[in-house]
Antibody
């Protein structure tokens, strides 16, 4: 069974750094793209970016380029989403998901990591 | 403002049929596959339709998808109260070189 298990809830202050994780199991982690999706409170889904753990090839949405860093460690089947300096507007639920190609769809999703940024 | 346009809400009675539309352009829906996701309250999204009209295993045939030109449609028949959720379309955008989602449609089963 394909599973993506995300790290737990985070509460941070503006300006702090953060790295959240997403561990895949039940499939060949290196062979599938993993994506990150943001959902701000009461809002819709936003496609942030994807990474291919096999070679760390990464694509960002223009809206998120330079704002976050997506990385992966294939040796432990884990993908990461990182911020260097959080803002209050980063408060959201963040989902990781496995991406299927062709078709560009997310077929399995993590449970979500809530991030709260508040002074 | 989302690249893909969905109506904010739709409602229908139990047992009835509803359609949810997703409008885009030639840079996204017009030249790429569309997928649909269901997000029940307080849960992660779940894949309902991929490849415009394919259902993953375990998704009942009450759910269907179609695409024509630069628009896509999700159909749900035999509505149940458990279908109350937010529904999102998604695809790739060649101009952005990134994936995109619609703004979501909230389905209410009256």
């Amino acid at each position: 069974e394909v599973q993506l298990v995300q790290s737990g809830a985070e509460v941070k202050k503006p300006g702090e750094s953060l790295k959240i994780s997403c561990k895949g199991s039940g499939y060949s982690f290196s062979a599938y793209w993993v994506g990150w999706v943001r959902q701000m409170p009461g809002k819709g889904l936003e496609w942030m970016g994807i990474i291919f753990p096999g070679d760390s090839d990464t694509t960002y949405s223009p809206s998120f380029q330079g704002q976050v860093t997506i990385s992966a460690d294939k040796s432990i089947s884990t993908a990461y989403l990182q911020w260097n300096s959080l803002k209050a507007s980063d408060t959201a639920m963040y989902y990781c998901a496995r991406r299927e190609v062709p078709g560009n769809y997310f077929d399995s999703w993590g449970q979500g990591t809530p991030v709260t940024v508040s002074s | 403002q989302s690249v893909l346009t969905q109506s904010p809400s739709v409602s229908a009675a139990p047992g009835q049929k509803v359609t949810i539309s997703c409008s885009g352009s030639s840079s996204n829906i017009g030249n790429n596959y569309v997928s649909w996701y269901q997000q029940l309250p307080g849960t992660a999204p779940k894949l309902l339709i991929y490849g415009n009209d394919e259902r993953p295993s375990g998704i009942p045939d009450r759910f269907s998808g179609s695409k024509s030109g630069t628009s896509a449609t999700l159909g749900i028949t035999g509505l149940q109260t458990g279908d109350e959720a937010d529904y999102y379309c998604g695809t790739w955008d060649n101009s952005l070189s990134a994936g995109v989602f619609g703004g979501g449609t909230k389905l209410t089963v009256l």
